[in-house]
């Protein structure tokens, strides 16, 4: 079955450190590749998509994602981690079917 | 602000009552999706309405039901509501007919409480 896994439920980081949110998908092909950041109390603003070539992708507010179809990952980074990034980032598939699969989420916290 | 706007905020109701949520897309988007977040479930997709036809299908329950209007707006009715029912609901728009290529806009959410 298609399923999209963050295996980091839990993250915490220093403000200024570096960041890796992971995401591994299970399905046979390559799917449509998204990730979605969560404020609280706000509904979900798309960080960046992956749909076909170039495996690096840029998105807004600094962050960028690598497709790796080896591993069937689409991990999410920063260099440099802001206070304001701190929320619930979500990894989403769409295997061509018009239904996004979404991960359970990785929620992360900054410290000062 | 997304642009996409959800009523009412939060829906306080008891079970086997039923409520109906309303979504109202940006302007001249014509497609509408809907999701439910729960602690339990996570973020599931639901249902895709595109310029009044459903589109596709998730995970929603024979208890749950949806349309799109001509105005485009959309509206959720849940019925013989349960405990397990107490969810985030989302609604998203985007201006074609698929996820494909097009980024989808989630509006703030309706809070279900069921007691």
């Known amino acids: 079955a298609q399923s999209v896994t963050q295996p980091d439920i839990h993250i915490t980081v220093s403000e200024g450190a570096s960041l890796e949110l992971r995401c591994n998908y299970s399905?046979?092909?390559?799917?449509?590749l998204f990730w979605y950041v969560q404020s609280p109390g706000q509904g979900l603003q798309l960080l960046l998509k992956?749909?076909?070539?170039?495996?690096l992708v840029q998105g807004i507010k600094g962050f960028e994602a690598e497709f790796k179809r080896s591993q069937s990952s689409f991990n999410l980074r920063k260099p440099s981690v802001h206070w304001s990034d701190a929320a619930e980032y979500f990894c989403?598939?769409?295997?061509?079917?018009?239904?996004?699969?979404f991960g359970t989420g990785t929620r992360l916290k900054v410290l000062a | 602000d997304s642009g996409v706007t959800q009523t009412p905020k939060h829906l306080i109701t008891a079970t086997g009552q039923r409520v109906t949520l309303r979504c109202s897309p940006r302007s001249g988007d014509l497609s509408v999706y809907w999701y439910q977040q729960s602690l339990d479930q996570g973020l599931q997709f639901l249902i895709h309405?595109?310029?009044?036809?459903?589109?596709a299908k998730g995970n929603i329950l024979e208890r749950f039901s949806a349309q799109q209007f001509p105005d485009l707006h959309s509206e959720l009715n849940l019925s013989s509501l349960e405990l397990g029912d107490s969810a985030l609901y989302f609604c998203a728009s985007s201006q074609a007919g698929g996820p494909l290529h097009n980024e989808q806009f989630f509006g703030p959410g309706t809070r279900l409480t069921v007691l």
């Open positions: 399905y046979g092909a390559t799917p449509y």
């Open positions: 309405y595109y310029n009044g036809e459903e589109r």
């Open positions: 989403a598939v769409e295997p061509g079917t018009y239904k996004y699969i």
């Open positions: 992956y749909f076909s070539g170039d495996t």
